[in-house]
């Protein structure tokens, strides 16, 4: 019965859609047993897909996506059988004067005022794991940090010149978790962020959980400046000024203090949880192509940094310590292309990742970025392999 009712569905909105021309209708407020018709939408971007690889290649399959959230714990991957042809394409669009977004993240509501005047939230109860960014009212809140505007100065490097440092007196507060802080140092071009093992307030003294920098014979504490710059992140005692946040993960509770602006009943926290959003992938026999996304919005990705750290060596390409291979490994973006040809975004906008924006990889072929923004990005705007040769147009 039920693989009747699905063939009746398909059958209907592709005798609506006439020969040429398949149209597939999303909403946020549809309902994926619904038949995808514009007066009878579909909720989900899984479920268009689905629709949408029953025709594509065949005729011109439009997927049309009102506006509001469409949120993804899992991205959305695309293969050869959903790509078009230069006579049929497949294109994801956005419905006219409508903003529809694709977002990796969950909401936080339901805020508490705390005597501190900071605000509290419960972790949502489907949510389990931690998070390195948080955005509040669509921008990023500031993980919560030590110097709060500034950093700090090295005063004098360990003996090894790469696990430890002295600092000057009074310069770092004391605080209960040590070992939930990490360490920021700046290097000329780059940055290490690792845990903290320890800190000595009797003698000035922090030691790293690892090698500050990455593991070349240059990168010791002082090769670019004799008292480098560095701050700490990620106390709860740091979580003092407008628009930091803390989650206390054990306790399951985020704190966040509120900007002068923002109304407790009104503020809305997310999450990111998707560690990408968009994955079109051909295969070596058979490239994937003429998929394109036409006036949407992408944001809310998470990356984790390894746990023995990241420490950054140039176009934020990073040597893993876990996995020491030799090479450099680079972080995920938002939106990545494998042997791709002819798939394009247009007029879309890229924003609040957790890792780059979009990359486009392996032997992918006359791709384009057209009248894109692409902004509030934690790695690269835009990663592309030499070979590929995109048409960019930010």
């Known amino acids: 019965m039920k693989s009747i009712l699905t063939y009746l569905l398909l059958s209907a ?4 859609c006439g020969n040429k021309e398949f149209e597939i209708y999303v909403s ?17 971007l899984h479920r268009a897909a689905e629709l949408a ?18 949120r993804l714990r899992a991205p959305l991957e695309l293969s050869i059988n959903d790509g078009g042809t ?25 805020w508490k005022q705390e005597k501190d005047g900071s605000w509290s939230a419960p972790l949502p109860a489907d949510f389990n794991g931690e998070f390195r960014s948080f955005y509040v009212n669509n921008k990023r809140a ?10 700090l100065r090295v005063a004098k490097a360990g003996k090894d010149n790469r696990t430890n440092f002295f600092f000057e007196e009074d310069d770092l507060p004391e605080v209960n ?54 701050y700490l992140e990620n106390s709860r005692e740091f979580c003092d000024t407008p628009g930091e946040w803390y989650c206390d993960f054990n306790n399951r509770k985020i704190y966040y203090h509120p900007l002068s602006n923002e109304n407790i009943s009104e503020t809305e926290g997310v999450i990111p949880v998707a560690p990408r959003l968009i994955a079109i992938t051909g295969s070596k026999e058979k490239h994937v192509g003429f998929i394109s996304f036409d006036g949407i919005t992408f944001e809310h990705t998470a990356w984790q940094i390894p746990i023995r750290g990241y420490c950054g060596v140039q176009a934020c390409m990073f040597n893993d310590r876990q996995e020491d291979h030799g090479g ?11 042997l791709s040809e002819k798939c394009g975004f247009y007029d879309c906008t890229i924003r609040h990742t957790g890792g780059s924006g979009i990359w486009i990889r392996e032997n992918c072929l006359n791709c384009t970025i057209s009248e894109s923004h692409i902004y509030d990005i934690s790695v690269n705007g835009l990663y592309y392999r030499q070979c590929c040769f995109p048409q960019v147009d930010l």
Request: proline fraction near 7%; glycine fraction near 8%; charge should be neutral.
């Open 142 to 151: 500031v993980r919560a940090r030590f110097p709060d505007n500034d950093y």
């Open 28 to 44: 946020p407020d549809g309902d994926d047993s619904a038949s995808g018709e514009l007066s009878n939408p579909i909720a989900s």
């Open 13 to 16: 909105v592709m005798f609506s």
């Open 53 to 70: 690889r029953t025709r594509s290649g065949e005729v011109s399959v439009t997927i049309f996506l009102s506006g509001g959230n469409y």
């Open 177 to 230: 978790d040590v070992e939930k802080l990490e360490l920021i140092l700046l290097h000329d071009w780059s940055i290490t962020r690792i845990g903290v093992k320890s800190i000595n307030w009797k003698s000035n003294h922090l030691i790293a959980a690892d090698t500050i920098g990455a593991r070349l014979p240059f990168f010791t504490l002082t090769h670019w400046e004799k008292h480098p710059r560095y």
């Open 328 to 338: 450099w490994n680079k972080i995920p973006a938002a939106i990545e292309l494998d």
């Open 86 to 110: 230069a006579e049929a394409p497949v294109q994801w669009k956005a419905m006219p004067g409508e903003k529809p977004i694709i977002s990796g993240g969950i909401p936080v509501r339901k």
